[in-house]
């Protein structure tokens, strides 16, 4: 049969293509892909692709899949999008169990870590945690992932923290970075980490292990706050911001650079969790740390979170 025949020679489909067309079992479809135009062909119902695959026998759909995977996976590319990255992971997925190459199991390992990365950012959480799932399963277990593929290792288990978080499931994302810093070579592969844990723990509601938590991270990155918010040291602060801001017009902090500095861009996302943290908890810290982020933004340049300091500022006065 045409499907048969299809299998055993499944690294030249296109020699099959124009049959299964003419016969109505597949259709054509064209469209623009920027500047070229792209064939494909899909089932002309899904009751003939359930056929179709029934029609394998068990025993070798997962060569199947491998082999589709592995076409697939010779086609992307820079520009690929992100549809075709979930089409080919997935079907070598299906197939993984018949790859028995090392070096084609970790490309595989981070394929799968490429895609979790995209529909994490789709915010498609549920996929994100199966492609990193996954990952590690394909890595052989957390001690040959960390030993043998740290890097890797890292960013799915951040990945992973972050993805509980995200699904409020924050004491096993507790969990995980708890599991990080007992693997993380340094303070910067630990941050990540750190800072899912901190947010984990105001929304859990530990304010005050929070609170500690930031001033603590802050302190280690060498931009600490006071150890005692008194009112005092409020004043000045304010006073010091005041004199700093002065002569400064709209015009020239539109204008100051981005900030570049790693470990100030690492203080400034500390100081923008611990905004939050004191705003619920109603701690003395509140301005004192809005204060710190108009410093830091003056002589470092504009981030992301440098808003909120001069927003705060302004609710301040």
């Known amino acids: 049969s045409i499907v048969k ?3 055993s020679d499944i690294s030249h489909p296109e020699r099959h293509l124009a049959k299964l067309a003419k016969q109505g079992l597949i259709i054509k479809v064209i469209h623009n892909d920027y ?3 792209v064939v494909h062909y899909k089932f002309s119902h899904d009751r003939i692709q359930q056929a179709a695959y029934s029609l ?5 759909k997962e060569v199947l899949h491998l082999c589709i995977g592995r076409m697939l996976k010779k086609r992307l590319s820079g520009t690929t999008s992100t549809s075709s990255i979930f089409k080919t992971v997935d079907q070598l997925n299906r197939g993984a169990a018949c790859i028995v190459d090392r070096d084609e199991q970790v490309e595989l390992a981070i394929l799968n870590a490429t895609a979790a990365e ?4 789709a915010c498609a959480f549920i996929p994100s945690t199966k492609y990193t799932h996954k990952s590690l399963d394909i890595l052989g277990g957390e001690d040959i992932s960390w030993n043998e593929h740290y890097d890797l290792a890292l960013k799915l288990y951040n990945l992973l923290a972050e ?3 995200c699904k409020g499931n924050f004491d096993e994302a507790m969990q995980i970075t708890k599991r990080i810093f007992k693997r993380a070579k340094t303070f910067d592969d630990q941050f990540t980490a750190q800072t899912c844990n901190l947010k984990s723990l105001t929304i859990k509601g530990d304010l005050d292990d929070a609170l500690t ?3 603590d991270l802050l302190a280690a990155l060498g931009e600490p706050l006071p150890k005692k918010p008194s009112i005092g040291v409020i004043l000045a602060g304010l006073i010091k911001t005041k004199k700093l801001l002065w002569t400064r017009t709209d015009e020239y ?3 100051l650079p981005e900030m570049t500095e790693k470990r100030i861009i690492k203080a400034m996302e500390v100081l923008e969790i611990l905004g939050l943290v004191t705003y619920l908890a109603g701690s003395d810290y509140f301005p004192i740390l809005n204060f710190k982020k108009i410093w830091l933004t003056l002589k470092y340049g504009q981030n992301v979170n440098s808003a909120m300091g001069f927003g ?3 609710l301040l006065l």
Do not use: D, K, Q
């Open 56 to 60: 394998i026998p068990n025993s070798e």
């Open 35 to 37: 500047s070229e135009s």
């Open 312 to 314: 705060s500022y302004g």
């Open 163 to 165: 993805l509980n978080y």
């Open 213 to 215: 938590t930031s001033l």
């Open 118 to 121: 995209e529909a994490y950012n």
């Open 253 to 255: 902090l539109t204008s």
């Open 5 to 7: 025949s299809l299998m």
